[in-house]
């Protein structure tokens, strides 16, 4: 189902497209709105944490459901008149700085000056039975997210990677007790990071894991293939995410070493007129991060529009402020000719 404006332009060109309907991108048209740029947002539906029941450390709605802090937000950028949303996924962008053309999955295609990414990341899930049944209720990726609530509860870590090491630590600020399971695979991680979790009384164990056992909200243990049982009333995992970013690919966006888009000071990546936000980008991933960043690149984008002028019917756009201080007086024209 689609959402739009009452007052959605008829013109086929916007100033921005928004690929992404979560906090960094609605954050980003919530912005770009403030400064009347003509913007489109593209949101698929298929934001990282929809399954999680509480959001928690959102300022001033601590703690929400993400679902319940989406639809604030979607209420708030539907104040702006020059903003429209859609619940399509993109499928293809391609062009450069001004001339952008964005292809959806109903087979449109919209032009924009500029274009936002905040098409978040994917983590890879365990593959152990009852997963779906207790993920964002008693399961869950991120630490921080979900670590007070973890408070006094022994806690079950899933992952083999040599990050997992530090994930466990972590979880010591609230944790009554970590186990790491590997999921039959061999820890990654060298001797040091062994006898870290070893000085401070985390399990370390290289076996498989076969089942969360429990109703949702109620997790007890996780069975694993040889029958033992690891009781634990929360469990996190630590596997791998990727950034969702095979479009920033074909724009030419720079990444770091960890696939995460490089951006400036102003949330543009480095392809020029190509804007990047959220967990998309390198730092903490965290809700109110995300929109922080969204609200950076949004800023950032509806101020480089000044450059160009503006579409039919829009309204007027303020000069390049830097140039025109910058700009010699008449008066200094004439002294100098």
């Given at each position: 189902?689609?959402?739009?404006?009452?007052?959605?332009?008829?013109?086929?060109?916007?100033?921005?497209?928004?690929?992404?309907?979560?906090?960094?991108?609605?954050?980003?048209?919530?912005?770009?709105?403030?400064?009347?740029?003509?913007?489109?947002?593209?949101?698929?539906?298929?934001?990282?944490?929809?399954?999680?029941?509480?959001?928690?450390?959102?300022?001033?709605?601590?703690?929400?459901?993400?679902?319940?802090?989406?639809?604030?937000?979607?209420?708030?950028?539907?104040?702006?008149?020059?903003?429209?949303?859609?619940?399509?996924?993109?499928?293809?962008?391609?062009?450069?700085?001004?001339?952008?053309?964005?292809?959806?999955?109903?087979?449109?295609?919209?032009?924009?000056?500029?274009?936002?990414?905040?098409?978040?990341?994917?983590?890879?899930?365990?593959?152990?039975?009852?997963?779906?049944?207790?993920?964002?209720?008693?399961?869950?990726?991120?630490?921080?997210?979900?670590?007070?609530?973890?408070?006094?509860?022994?806690?079950?870590?899933?992952?083999?990677?040599e990050d997992v090491a530090g994930f466990a630590l972590e979880l010591l600020d609230w944790a009554a007790s970590v186990t790491v399971v590997t999921d039959?695979?061999?820890?990654?991680?060298?001797?040091?990071?062994?006898?870290?979790?070893?000085?401070?009384?985390?399990?370390?164990?290289?076996?498989?894991?076969r089942a969360f056992v429990g109703s949702r909200g109620d997790l007890r243990s996780v069975r694993l293939g040889d029958g033992e049982v690891i009781p634990?009333?929360?469990?996190?995992?630590?596997?791998?995410?990727?950034?969702?970013?095979?479009?920033?690919?074909?724009?030419?966006?720079?990444?770091?070493?960890?696939?995460?888009?490089?951006?400036?000071?102003?949330?543009?990546?480095?392809?020029?007129?190509?804007?990047?936000?959220?967990?998309?980008?390198?730092?903490?991933?965290?809700?109110?991060?995300?929109?922080?960043?969204?609200?950076?690149?949004?800023?950032?984008?509806?101020?480089?529009?000044?450059?160009?002028?503006p579409l039919p019917g829009a309204p007027r756009r303020a000069p390049v402020v830097e140039e025109e201080l910058e700009a010699p007086s008449p008066v200094?024209?004439?002294?100098?000719?």
């Open positions: 189902m689609s959402t739009s404006s009452p007052t959605e332009p008829t013109a086929d060109i916007w100033d921005a497209v928004v690929v992404g309907g979560g906090v960094s991108g609605l954050a980003a048209a919530t912005w770009l709105g403030r400064y009347r740029r003509r913007t489109l947002v593209f949101d698929h539906g298929q934001n990282r944490n929809r399954a999680v029941e509480q959001a928690h450390g959102y300022l001033a709605m601590d703690p929400s459901s993400p679902a319940d802090i989406l639809r604030a937000a979607q209420a708030g950028v539907d104040r702006y008149p020059g903003v429209v949303r859609r619940s399509l996924e993109v499928t293809a962008v391609r062009g450069e700085l001004g001339a952008f053309e964005v292809d959806a999955a109903d087979g449109s295609c919209v032009r924009a000056l500029r274009v936002v990414l905040a098409t978040g990341v994917r983590d890879a899930k365990p593959e152990v039975e009852g997963f779906d049944e207790h993920y964002g209720a008693s399961v869950f990726h991120c630490p921080s997210c979900d670590g007070l609530e973890a408070g006094d509860r022994d806690i079950v870590v899933l992952g083999w990677s039959g695979r061999r820890f990654e991680g060298d001797e040091q990071r062994r006898d870290a979790l070893a000085r401070h009384g985390i399990s370390l164990l290289e076996s498989d894991a634990c009333s929360m469990a996190f995992f630590s596997i791998a995410h990727a950034p969702r970013s095979p479009l920033a690919e074909v724009l030419g966006c720079d990444a770091d070493d960890d696939g995460s888009l490089v951006v400036d000071e102003h949330g543009e990546t480095t392809a020029p007129g190509v804007y990047a936000a959220g967990d998309i980008t390198p730092g903490y991933q965290l809700l109110q991060v995300a929109a922080a960043k969204g609200t950076t690149a949004g800023v950032g984008c509806a101020r480089s529009l000044r450059r160009e002028p200094e024209e004439t002294a100098q000719g």
